[in-house]
């Protein structure tokens, strides 16, 4: 096994410990913008991961799917962001 | 060579991937775990996509690899930026540790998105005191309120808040409970620790406790002392456990709840000031009264009715508290169609009741957030804890400093 081999497993082990504490997080809030939060960092170490992925198969084309992973994180979590904003906005005179 | 830039980079870039993780677990809110998830996060992303670069060392890797680096460098700030907003207009609650809120007065902070959480109640009955009566007062025509919870949480004049109410709505025959409340959810945020962990983590968490059960003992000390001065009938009680919850719980068997304005649960040991006096502003219950420091006996009561069901059935369980039944009540209304017989119904009800009853000009509209100028001078606003249309209109007096009373 090859040094990038090794550095390789020990890269991935780690940002598979990384989604379990992110994920950790996701599920136990407790507010909504704290899983927001943690969702943003999800998708990064999508990213992360799946260019791992790319290395270890040889696999050229999947980092183009690591660029698309981006791409969603980043509109998922303005999306969100918008959510919480008009949800936290008291509902005015919607009845008068 | 290239071989082992690829591998340092990799590790390099999955370590400060799993510290961001670390952060987001471990930190004590929604900004400080921001803080660790877009920087962090983004270097970890990076560093390991250039390492996959490297690695591959061909120009179609470097091409993507670039692109999709330049790519995270310019949208996380954008998106942690409009999480961060969000995150602070929604209310997110901040680690009691925080010094510097620049954006205070310049966004809105609305209601608490977190969990209610579910927290087991320890109740432990100081005892029952006061002048030994024997037998319970005969019933007769009350012209008082006949339970009197008094919700001790310490705070900037809550004590004389408490004591002025108590003159002020207390008949001989009141039956006086002191509730002292500790709200451990809020005393029990933990903060990031630089020296010594979870365990001095604990040790905070435990001095706070210690600082906030000592500051109870004392205000409750002080009312009992005043109590029994007055010669009040009055019981004594401890819990700790959420403090919304038990209040409510408490204050459903008594007809007047007093909290003193701008304190909460905490005993001023946990929460910001402005946030304290929001989360006491916030409580809804019928019967609640809003006691600001300056809380004296006022010279008349001022009703806001919204001419809908809620606001009628508010005047109805007001009226059936006997709170100071000699003052002149005026039942102002929303400027509002359809609302006039509501008005004349309830000016009708009160004055049924024997109330000096008579109906103000209905100078409030919904539109209109602030036109509260007759409330403040010297009389006590009463409003519909659960109202549907004038919301706007009644926010802005429960966010006062002026005394309140929910009805």
């Known amino acids: ?23 950790w997080r996701m599920l136990h809030g407790p507010g909504i913008a704290d899983r927001a939060v943690a969702m943003d960092l999800l998708g990064l170490l999508a990213v992360a991961a799946t260019a791992l992925v790319a290395l270890g198969g040889g696999y050229l084309a999947l980092l183009d799917i690591a660029l698309g992973l981006g791409l969603v994180g980043f509109i998922g979590a303005v999306g969100v962001a918008t959510f919480i904003k008009r949800a936290s906005e008291p509902p005015e005179d919607q009845d008068v | ?38 920087k962090a996060g983004v270097v970890g992303a990076g ?40 995150a602070y207009v929604g209310g997110a609650p901040m680690w009691s540790g925080t010094v510097m809120d620049e954006l205070k007065g310049v966004l809105p902070r609305h209601a608490i998105d977190a969990d209610p959480e579910a927290q087991r109640a320890i109740a432990m009955p100081v005892g029952a005191a006061g002048p030994e009566t024997g037998a319970r007062p005969e019933p007769q025509a009350a012209a008082a309120p ?44 933990t903060g990031p620790m630089p020296v010594g962990g979870a365990h001095f983590g604990r040790r905070l968490v435990e001095a ?40 409510g719980h408490a204050a459903a068997h008594h007809d007047l709840t007093v909290l003193p304005r701008g304190t909460w649960f905490d005993h001023a040991q946990a929460l910001e000031e402005g946030y304290a006096a929001q989360r006491s502003a916030r409580v809804s219950l019928p019967g609640l009264l809003l ?25 109805k369980r007001f009226l059936g508290l006997s709170f100071l039944t000699h003052l002149p009540l005026t039942i102002t209304g929303l400027d509002l169609d359809g609302a006039d017989a509501a008005l004349e119904e309830a000016v009708a009800l009160a004055a049924a009741r024997e109330r000096p009853v008579h ?45 309140v009373l929910l009805a």
């Not at chain 1, 096994?1 to 994920?23: N, Y």
């Not at chain 2, 799993?18 to 400080?32: E, H, K, M, S, T």
């Not at chain 2, 906030?212 to 401890?238: D, I, K, P, V």
Request: net charge neutral; aromatic share 6%.
């Open chain 2, 47 to 86: 560093l390991t996509l250039l390492g996959v670069a490297f690695a591959f060392d061909t120009g179609e890797a470097w091409f993507r690899v670039t692109l999709i680096v330049l790519f995270l460098l310019v949208t996380v700030p954008i998106s942690s930026h409009a999480l961060g907003r969000a």
């Open chain 2, 1 to 38: 060579m290239s071989e082992i830039v690829a591998a340092l980079l990799l590790l390099s870039g999955a370590t400060i991937s799993l510290i961001a993780a670390i952060g987001v677990a471990r930190l004590p809110d929604a900004f400080l775990r921001m803080h660790a998830a877009t």
């Open chain 2, 208 to 247: 706070r406790f210690a600082k906030a059960r000592e500051a109870a003992a004392s205000l409750a000390t002080q009312m009992e002392t005043f109590c029994q001065t007055q010669g009040y009938h009055f019981r004594m009680r401890h819990e700790e456990g959420d403090a919304g919850t038990l209040l």
């Open chain 2, 359 to 403: 109906r103000g000009p209905a100078l409030l509209h919904p539109d209109r957030p602030a036109p509260l100028p007759a409330f403040t001078g010297g009389a006590l606003a009463i409003i519909p804890a659960r109202s549907s249309s004038g919301r706007t209109a009644w926010r802005s007096l429960r966010e006062m400093e002026a005394s």
């Open chain 2, 291 to 315: 006691a600001a420091p300056d809380f004296t006996m006022p010279g008349a009561l001022h009703f806001l009715h919204e001419g809908d069901l809620a606001s009628s059935e508010a005047l």
């Open chain 2, 146 to 189: 006949r339970r009197m919870l008094l919700a001790l949480a310490d705070g900037p004049g809550a004590a004389a808040a408490l004591r002025a109410s108590l003159e002020v709505a207390a008949g001989p025959r009141t039956e006086v409970t002191l509730l002292s409340l500790l709200c451990t959810p809020s005393l029990n945020q």
């Open chain 1, 1 to 23: 096994m090859s040094f990038l081999t090794v550095a390789l497993i020990f890269s991935a082990l780690m940002v598979a410990v990384a989604v379990g504490l992110t994920g």
